[in-house]
């Protein structure tokens, strides 16, 4: 179970088709007890599924060994997607369990705090790539299927699991608001003989200045910045796995309960990337991350070349067009937002009072090659001004002196609006999160395109 230790924690971060029969080769590799479905082995590293748990990973090893990293105890652990919107409610009238109340929107991949599993409405393992479709649970409802599809694809690169998830919600309740809330992009729940948390959370990551250890706490998880993107669980002999989650640097983890356990033991090593995002009700968002087993050295190594290999993209431009119905490319929107969409090609939202905004995902650019920010909008309030804020790897908030405002035309159709950032001391490093105010005025705006070149 996520435990007491993750409600409090959690909480105080505010934050259908046939079965496809392709993989069931891939079955021999199951052993008794793991808990895998379906696999895939590469010599290397072998990576499992639970099909009675939605699909969720159950099982990760190096090849030939059944020594199984993940905990799976309930349907609350193994490594699985996991999602949180609206506020918390009490709904124990309609069977909601009492440990877990009042509790959000929290559709997760395994199954319900009931155990019962999530549907696997599709899935398929041609040796390369595992995926799977899943309709998920809500965690803390009796039986209560999401109105959302998870889907997973699972892939091996060396000692490296490679993952993409994708959330698609079609949510027609009147239940939840449509909050900001942390995410757990993924929930990773390890064994707890691998009960060291390690990471790097200093000021100059990929340097390859020492690595941290992540004290234990014994009434919550800890949280940190993980300027390197990764963390790891590993035993005393400095093996286990780490989770490379790029570019997010928030992470949420440790110990709960003793040092010690293994795949059904309460204990567990838990790690969580976190990213804060407002899902709408009809909305698609997407995520990759990779896992790495090994020594911590091994893992930091893997982690320093796959950073390598995705660090070209950090000078290079970056579009987010909207092309896609529902598809909010990872943006998210204010509270005083309501109602937003993506529909036709823009992202359109109205502002409820003065200070409607737009979050961008966690996006990892170099301030020194990418020095603009262009924005394709219409404006139908009479505001006058748009401002653009922005974070950085070693300034993680808000503020008037990372920001930047342009004049726009109150009332007016699309018009083309660039944000010059060379001029800015602040627009230095890494620059990790963009906002978006485009109006300070109540009303409708609509964004064709946001682009950083």
Not at 28 to 51: C, F, K, M, W
Not at 72 to 95: H, L, N, P
Not at 302 to 326: I, K, M, P
Request: hydrophobic share 35%; glycine share 10%; with cysteine.
């Amino acid at each position: 179970m996520k435990g007491k230790a993750f409600v409090a924690a959690w909480l105080t971060l505010g934050a259908a088709g046939a079965l496809l029969l392709a993989g069931l080769s891939a079955d021999a590799l199951a052993r008794p007890g793991a808990h895998v479905s379906s696999a895939l082995d590469n010599g290397t590293v072998r990576v499992g599924i639970d099909l009675d748990a939605g699909g969720a990973i159950s099982y990760l090893s190096q090849s030939g060994s059944s020594y199984n990293l993940v905990n799976v105890r309930d349907r609350g652990r193994f490594i699985q997607q996991s999602y949180y919107a609206g506020d918390e409610i009490d709904r124990t009238s309609e069977g909601q369990q009492r440990d877990w109340s009042p509790w959000p929107w929290n559709p997760i991949q395994s199954g319900d705090a009931y155990n019962h599993a999530a549907s696997v409405s599709a899935w398929s393992n041609d040796g390369q790539t595992i995926y799977v479709r899943t309709q998920p649970l809500l965690w803390d409802m009796n039986g209560e299927a999401c109105q959302c599809d998870f889907e997973t694809w699972i892939m091996l690169d060396g000692r490296t699991v490679v993952v993409r998830n994708k959330l698609t919600s079609y949510r027609t309740d009147s239940r939840w608001t449509v909050t900001s809330r942390d995410q757990e992009l993924p929930a990773v729940y390890a064994i707890a003989d691998l009960y060291r948390v390690l990471t790097y959370r200093g000021p100059a990551p990929f340097s390859g200045l020492p690595i941290q250890r992540i004290g234990d706490s014994p009434s919550s998880w800890e949280q940190w910045i993980g300027t390197e993107h990764w963390a790891a669980c590993v035993n005393a002999s400095d093996f286990g796995f780490g989770v490379y989650s790029p570019p997010r640097t928030p992470f949420l983890g440790g110990l709960y309960g003793s040092p010690g356990g293994r795949e059904r033991d309460n204990s567990t090593c838990y790690l969580a990337p976190i990213e804060t995002a407002r899902l709408a009700k009809k909305s698609i968002y997407n995520y990759r991350y990779f896992l790495v087993v090994g020594t911590s050295e091994e893992i930091r190594q893997r982690v320093y070349e796959l950073e390598g290999r995705l660090s070209a993209g950090r000078d290079n431009d970056q579009t987010w067009g909207f092309d896609v119905d529902r598809n909010f490319e990872g943006w998210t929107a204010g509270d005083a937002v309501s109602p937003v969409g993506v529909l036709s090609g823009n992202l359109s939202g109205i502002g409820t009072d003065g200070d409607p905004f737009l979050v961008s995902p966690s996006t990892g650019k170099s301030a020194s090659s990418l020095k603009k920010v262009i924005v394709r909008l219409k404006n139908n309030t009479a505001s006058t001004r748009a401002k653009l804020f922005f974070e950085t790897l070693s300034s993680y908030s808000w503020s008037e002196s990372k920001s930047k405002s342009v004049p726009i035309k109150p009332n007016s159709d699309f018009t083309q609006y660039t944000f010059d950032m060379s001029n800015l001391s602040a627009w230095t490093g890494t620059i990790t999160r963009l906002r978006l105010d485009p109006d300070d005025a109540a009303g409708r705006f609509d964004v064709d395109w946001i682009r950083i070149e």
